[in-house]
């Protein structure tokens, strides 16, 4: 598979990047923090409710913020059939297209239908409904407005990239 984007060279990729390994970090976080919910509940009959509500945090910070960078990293499900054993410029124009009719319009949509909630959310400074939950729910929502943009961005990398493959196609064939 040809990667149409450039490699990390451009500023969004760099920031969807870091961003994404930050995410990851994340998971090691969520691992701990359920082992100590285990020990607490099996080892010592107790249980805090904000230390389960910070599991179910992390796992949707890790899937929300590293979407864009699995993206990036063609780590994400596709359908190969016909798209791998094509030529580069023809993934370039599957690409091109999934990221321009897809990615982007569904991007801006969750952005629009989200904004509203999420600011609701921010005026409420929004707690846990949970007694001794935490009262972070506000910065929770906010991942419905991070992870459309950092996918926004992506695609913007993703079809500059793509153009930069077919636009070398073409040159290359007015040349000879």
């Known amino acids: 598979m040809v990667n149409t984007t450039l490699p990390a060279v451009m500023p969004p990729e760099r920031a969807v990047r870091a961003v994404g390994r930050a995410a990851a970090w994340l998971i090691l976080a969520m691992v701990l923090t359920?082992?100590?919910?285990?020990?607490?509940?099996y080892?010592?009959?107790?249980g805090r409710v904000w230390l389960q509500e910070s599991v179910t945090y992390l796992h949707a910070s890790v899937f929300m913020l590293a979407a864009a960078w699995t993206w990036q990293e063609n780590g994400h499900v596709?359908?190969?059939?016909?798209?791998?054993?094509?030529?580069?410029?023809?993934?370039?124009?599957?690409?091109?297209?999934?990221?321009?009719?897809?990615?982007?319009?569904?991007?801006?949509?969750l952005l629009v239908v989200s904004w509203d909630y999420v600011a609701a959310s921010w005026a409420l400074r929004e707690g846990s409904r949970q007694a001794g939950g935490l009262p972070l729910v506000w910065v929770l929502k906010s991942l419905l407005i991070a992870m459309p943009?950092?996918?926004?961005?992506?695609?913007?990398?993703?079809?500059?990239?793509?153009?930069?493959?077919?636009?070398?196609?073409?040159?290359?064939?007015?040349?000879?």
């Open 43 to 46: 080892g010592f009959d107790s």
């Open 149 to 176: 943009a950092l996918l926004l961005v992506q695609a913007g990398c993703i079809i500059y990239g793509c153009l930069r493959v077919i636009s070398r196609r073409r040159e290359a064939a007015s040349n000879a």
């Open 78 to 109: 596709r359908v190969d059939i016909l798209y791998r054993g094509s030529s580069p410029r023809h993934q370039a124009w599957v690409n091109l297209l999934g990221a321009a009719l897809f990615v982007v319009p569904v991007g801006v949509y």
């Open 34 to 41: 359920t082992f100590v919910v285990v020990l607490l509940r």
